[in-house]
Structure formats: C-alpha cells, structure tokens
C-alpha cells in the first residue's frame, strides 16, 4: 500500500501527498522534537523535511522502510538547522512534546519514562543533541560527528558525560523522595 502511496506521490498526486502527510507528520516531529529546542522550530522543521521529501520522492528505495527514509531526512534538516542557527536549548517541559508513549501497565514505569523525558530536556545542548542522535536515531559517534562538524571523542564524551548527567540526577530525584 505504501509503495502505491509512493508512486502517487512521485506523479504529482496532491490527494496522495496529504494522505502521506497526515500517516506521517506526527512520527516525524517526534523524532525532531528530541533535537530541537521548541514545537515551533520542530513544527516548521518537518514542514521543511516534508517539501524535501516530496520533491525528491523519486529517489526512495524500498529497501528501507519508507518512514526510515523520511525520518533520515528529518533528522537531517534538524541537524542542519542546529549548524546554521546554532539553536539553544530551553528547559520548558511540555510532555507533549516527547515520544508517543504507549500505554504501559505499570504507573511506576509510565513516572519513570516521564522522569527520564524531563531531565533528558535538562540537559546541556551538546549532550542532549548527541544522546537522541546516538540512542534514539541509532547514529554511531562517526556519523554524529561528521554531520555535527566535531571530532568522535567530542561525541563520545558528550554521551558519557549525558549518561553521567542523568544518572546524578535520577540518583538526586531518589534522594529526595
């Protein structure tokens, strides 16, 4: 079904582009929101990602997953942003913002992944950016790197020192029930 929704789109298909559109605008700027500092900026990122995916459409393989595809490109323009802009970080919290979490049975793990949410929003710019490019869009050290113009030992001290920053908090957190 996809795949027809793809070569509707590469004709011209505006009824296929919204439809495109709508199955994808919301996992899209989920996977932004973790790179930016505000739903403004992640709203108007993944209106640039969806133009870029819509003109080069015709170059998508179905080799991959179709929302990897246009994930990549979305990342790609967060990243891209954060060069060009040099965006800084707020620390409002707005769970909203975050991943779609799914039901989970446990209140105790739904207050924890909440937790985790809010102080990964905490953290220093550098930390938060490679933490979500390492851990949730799977990027190695060398490509964070290379897309982030810093050295890999930068990449891999900045997740250390995130992984670090997170646990003294949660440790704190814990104290202080």
């Not at 290379?146 to 957190?173: D, G, H, M, V, W």
Request: glycine content about 2%; aromatic content about 10%.
């Amino acid at each position: 079904m996809q795949n027809q929704l793809v070569a509707r789109c590469v004709k011209g298909d505006r009824k296929a582009q919204y439809e495109l559109y709508q199955q994808f605008v919301t996992p899209l700027y989920h996977a932004v929101i973790r790179l930016v500092p505000n739903q403004a900026e992640a709203e108007d990122i993944v209106q640039d990602a969806f133009i870029s995916i819509f003109k080069n459409i015709h170059r998508y393989r179905s080799e991959s997953s179709l929302y990897t595809w246009m994930r990549r490109v979305a990342v790609n323009k967060a990243i891209d942003e954060i060069r060009k802009k040099k965006i800084k970080w707020t620390t409002e919290y707005d769970e909203r913002e975050f991943l779609e979490i799914p039901e989970i049975e446990s209140s105790l793990e739904d207050e924890l992944i909440k937790e985790l949410h809010f102080e990964i929003k905490k953290l220093p710019d550098g930390c938060r950016q490679i933490l979500s490019l390492f851990l949730f869009e799977g990027y190695k050290h060398s490509e964070i790197a290379t897309q982030l113009n810093i050295s890999e030992s930068t990449s891999k001290t900045q997740y250390a020192r995130a992984k670090n920053l997170l646990s003294k908090a949660f440790i704190k957190n814990k104290l202080h029930e």
